[in-house]
T-cell receptor, first 116, second 114 residues
């Protein structure tokens, strides 16, 4: 595709429900990143994938958050037992490689999650 | 750990006047620095990046930034603001700890009045 796509664009869920957020990276990009943008915390890193593996999960805020990537392409971020503080915009980005500061990360439009 | 500080949460300018968005960084070694722009309801877009080449970096839409090691600054400038420049701007530093982890500043909202 032309860019990183994310679905859904908006998600409203009740507290305690599970949600899945999807990211389709740019074709051929081996590195994939998840970030969260919230009013209180700004933009923060959550997790990154190199291929299908996630060497660094330190940014995930709690064990209710998990992510996977299959086929070196699509990634899913799952939030279990959602809480109101999970309300935020979840951004996905991809790049050609994972290391080195010269590779641009291309961002998707985000999924706005609202927990009621 | 690396970090960036954006000194202004809001900057207001008139169309046609210069833009200055300030950013200071903290890094234990030569950092990679970026400016990203986020228009309302749109994704983040890279404006420009510094990766230890020329200290004056030119980006898209007439923006440029100068890396000043002595001042640990990476301010974003544009000679003449356009209405379409109104957006949120993020100064970003990259931590290359085996992968490129982006650390974002808190953002500066640029308001452009006619």
């Amino acid at each position: 595709g032309a860019g990183v796509s994310q679905s859904p664009s908006n998600k409203v869920t009740e507290k305690g429900k599970d949600v899945e957020l999807r990211c389709d990276p740019i074709s051929g990009h081996t590195a994939l990143y998840w970030y969260r943008q919230s009013l209180g915390q700004g933009l923060e890193f959550l997790i990154y994938f190199q291929g299908n593996s996630a060497p660094d999960k330190s940014g995930l805020p709690s064990d209710r958050f998990s992510a996977e990537r299959t086929g070196g392409s699509v990634s899913t971020l799952t939030i279990q037992r959602t809480q109101q503080e999970d309300s935020a915009v979840y951004l996905c980005a991809s790049s050609l490689v994972s290391s080195g500061g010269s590779y641009e990360q291309y961002f998707g439009p985000g999924t706005r999650l609202t927990v009621t | 750990a690396q970090s960036v500080t954006q000194l202004d949460s809001h900057v207001s300018v008139s169309e046609g006047t210069p833009v200055l968005l300030r950013c200071n960084y903290s890094s234990s070694y030569s950092p990679s620095l970026f400016w990203y722009v986020q228009h309302p309801n749109k994704g983040l877009q890279l404006l420009l990046k510094y990766t230890s080449a020329a200290t004056l970096v030119k980006g898209i839409n007439g923006f440029e930034a100068e890396f000043k090691k002595s001042e640990t600054s990476f301010h974003l400038t544009k000679p003449s603001a356009h209405m379409s420049d109104a957006a949120e701007y993020f100064c970003v530093v990259s931590e290359d700890t085996g992968f490129q982890k982006l650390v974002f500043g808190t953002g500066t909202r640029l308001l452009v009045s006619p």
